[in-house]
Every structure is written in structure tokens, then in C-alpha cells.
């Protein structure tokens, strides 16, 4: 039988890998949008709102993938996508499934729990220091 104990040891690694894999898929939403890869049904106009929700999401993955400023970015995007969840699937219905707006639900509290957990030990936050995988910040905590 496998020890939590044992387990734990892993859970910061884990957080990196989760931080890692949403980033890159939150990347492909903006790659979509904005090149057409992968090929998409549509590609908005210059500054429109889904241009800039196009480079929020490629800024915002990118850096998020690399875990740089990890915690700062994670808060805008969490945010980004409570408007998102609002503006565009909410009102179509009351409930995620019928208005497809889980996944804006899922990015916007997966990225609220980096906010707070930090970047996790590969990223480059810890690299330099930043964050909470600097064991500074785990004192603080």
C-alpha cells in the first residue's frame, strides 16, 4: 500500500506539470483565434474583444507555461475568465453544460488555485527565486 506521506513529496511536481499542461492548452485557444492553428471557425478583426482575448491567451499561456510572474498572471486569467464565463456562455443559459462555458468555469479556478499555490519548482519563478516555491515565501506563509 502506498504511504500519503510518500505521496506528498510529488504534489509540488505535480503542480508544475498541472501549470504546464492548462497553460499550453489555454495557449492553443489563442493560436486558434489569432493564427488558425489549429484550423478554427473563426478569426477575429483587429481589436476586436476576441483579438485581445486572442493575445491574452497567447501572452498568458506563454508565460504561464514558462511560469514567469506565474502568481500575476494567474490572477488575470482567472479573472479573464470569470468575464469570459459571463459575457459569452452565461447568457445562452443557467447551467455550464447546456451554455458551454465549463471549461471557461474549470480555467477560471485552476488558475485562481496557481494564484495562490504558485508556479510550482520547475518553472522559472523558482529558477530566480519568486514566489511561492521560494522556501522565503513558504516561511512567510
Known sequence: MIRMDSLMVWAPRVLSIVRIVVALLF????????????????????????????????????????????????????????VAYFMSHAPRSFFPVVNAGDSAILYCFIFFYIFFAGPGPWSVDAMWGRGAADPAYRRRA
Do not use: C, R
Not at 36 to 46: I, L, T, V
Open 27 to 82: 495557449l492553443e485557444h489563442g493560436t486558434q483565434k489569432l493564427f488558425n492553428f489549429p484550423p478554427g471557425p473563426n478569426h477575429p478583426a483587429f481589436f476586436t474583444l476576441i483579438w485581445w482575448q486572442a493575445i491574452i491567451e497567447i501572452v498568458g499561456g506563454i508565460l504561464l507555461a514558462l511560469g514567469l510572474f506565474t502568481q500575476p498572471v494567474a490572477f488575470i486569467l482567472s479573472g479573464d475568465m470569470a
